[in-house]
């Protein structure tokens, strides 16, 4: 029973959020803003953790995510962006069919062209994510889980080269690394004898892919669909207007 009852309560607490990184061209004009909307559906792989002794079977976990998200052009061909949103979390094992609810998470970062030649640009981007405490509880007979998901800290880093498909379109690819952590916090209760254990676990897979599609629609108006590659396929759209 306590090994279930370990098992459950790391699969459960590790909800994953990276979001779309974006093409490399800014959405903002050079000293203007942009604001946009977004969605996101990823999937990942995570190492096992330790608790109580026990190790856990590596697990997946998928997440939805919306946001908004401002962007700033702070000099030709280069922008910072801020991004606010919810996301839940979902995991189904053979034993597990949890759902967790939408909480708050902050995103900043920054990308910009160094390399420019006719219909083609080359540049890095960085992202990272800050997101909120997760805790909930578990009653198996007599005894109680309490657990809390601390000090989510997710970090990307990048190239891309983007390709003008016409006028409008273009197409973008290139190689991440992603760093994805966070710390969990166990206390177990039994008949008034309480015990508590923590770890911090991280993604597999850090180095991956991403592939994107989008371009104007209407005057001042883009939208975006992104494919993000690592141990499973994670991807989403997003709609910008510049001002």
């Known amino acids: 029973m306590k090994r279930f009852l370990v098992v459950f309560l790391v699969l459960v607490s590790l909800p994953v959020w990276a979001g779309e990184f974006g093409p490399l061209e800014p959405s903002a004009k050079e000293g203007k803003f942009s604001l946009g909307v977004g969605y996101f559906y990823e999937q990942l792989k995570w190492e096992a953790a330790t608790l109580f002794e026990e190790k856990t079977e590596p697990f997946k976990t998928k997440s939805n995510q919306f946001y908004l ?9 280069w922008e910072i962006f801020a991004r606010v949103g919810v996301a839940d979390a979902k995991l189904k094992e053979e034993y597990i069919d ?3 609810g939408y909480k708050f998470f902050g995103t ?3 990308k910009g062209v160094v390399y420019s030649t ?3 640009n080359i540049g890095p981007f960085v ?4 997101f909120s405490q997760y805790k909930d509880s578990l009653i198996e007979d007599q005894t109680k889980i309490d657990f809390k998901l601390k000090n989510r800290f997710d970090l990307n880093l990048g190239l891309l080269g ?3 498909i016409n006028n409008n379109f273009f197409v973008y690819l290139g190689p991440f690394y992603a760093y994805n952590r966070t710390k969990l916090e166990v206390k177990v209760s039994e ?3 309480s015990v508590s254990d923590s ?3 991280k993604a597999k897979a850090p180095i991956g892919g991403v592939i994107g599609l989008g371009g104007q629609i209407a005057k001042n108006l883009r939208f975006n669909a992104e494919a993000q590659i690592r141990n499973r396929i994670s991807a989403g759209a997003s709609l910008s207007y510049s001002f």
């Open 69 to 77: 998200q401002g962007s700033f052009g702070v000099t030709k061909g």
């Open 98 to 100: 949890f759902k967790d």
């Open 108 to 110: 900043i970062g920054a």
């Open 118 to 120: 006719k219909g083609f």
């Open 127 to 130: 992202q990272a994510s800050l």
């Open 162 to 164: 983007q390709a003008n």
């Open 191 to 193: 008949l008034g004898v």
């Open 199 to 201: 770890d911090t676990v």
